[in-house]
């Protein structure tokens, strides 16, 4: 017959069990144990005046990365002209920070005809393209999905995410950043990553 001494040893380790598993749940529930890979990592490109450009760049201060591409119809130019109108909401403190579009259509995106569209927009906004392996893994490292259709002239369009990666000054992903807001608000949220 086991000792009261031992029976307290027992259920005190099977309470301890228990509750190991109750917050191992909890965590794994609540995606603070999940294994979901973070988004982004060290990146280098080349920039719309066909100068280097790389995760290093933006190093000391905060800013937005977004995929996409130049003969985009609609999603593109909309969240372009969006992001413009936080830039100028900034006024000064646009010097602070950046706003990287990087194509998914590097075949056709080349760093002139990056530059040549950006001229439509506000002058912060920078463009990256580069050879098609290395954008496909910059791609897979902020999880962006980008797949060509193609059209019956033998052209094609792309199908793609549109996340708006916030990154702070050391490079790490803060949020997908929210433009369905007034500019001055998600300006007034960029400030405060500077
Ligand atoms: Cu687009």
Do not use: W
């Not at 990146?43 to 719309?48: E, G, H, P, V």
């Not at 803060?174 to 807001?181: P, S």
């Amino acid at each position: 017959m086991a000792s009261p001494t031992s029976k307290i040893f027992y259920v005190a380790s099977a309470l301890v069990v228990a509750l190991a598993i109750f917050i191992g749940v909890f965590l794994f529930a609540t995606g603070q144990f999940s294994s979901a890979k973070p988004v982004g990592g060290p990146f280098k490109l080349t920039d719309d005046n066909g100068q280097p450009v790389s995760d290093a760049t933006f190093k000391g201060e905060p800013y937005l990365i977004y995929f996409g591409y130049t003969h985009c119809p609609d999603v593109c130019p909309t969240t372009l002209f969006e992001l413009s109108e936080v830039m100028k909401a900034l006024g000064k403190d646009a010097d602070r920070t950046a706003v990287l579009f990087v194509t998914i259509d590097p075949k056709r995106d080349t760093a002139a005809v990056m530059k040549d569209y950006l001229s439509n927009f506000d002058h912060h906004l920078m463009g990256a393209t580069g050879d098609p392996k290395t954008v496909r893994a910059v791609e897979k490292e902020f999880n962006v999905f980008a797949q060509k259709v193609p059209a019956k002239d033998g052209d094609y369009s792309m199908n793609h995410s549109s996340e708006i990666y916030l990154m702070d000054k050391q490079g790490q992903f803060v949020e997908a950043f929210n433009l369905k807001r007034k500019p001055k608000v998600s300006a007034a949220e960029l400030r405060q990553y500077m």
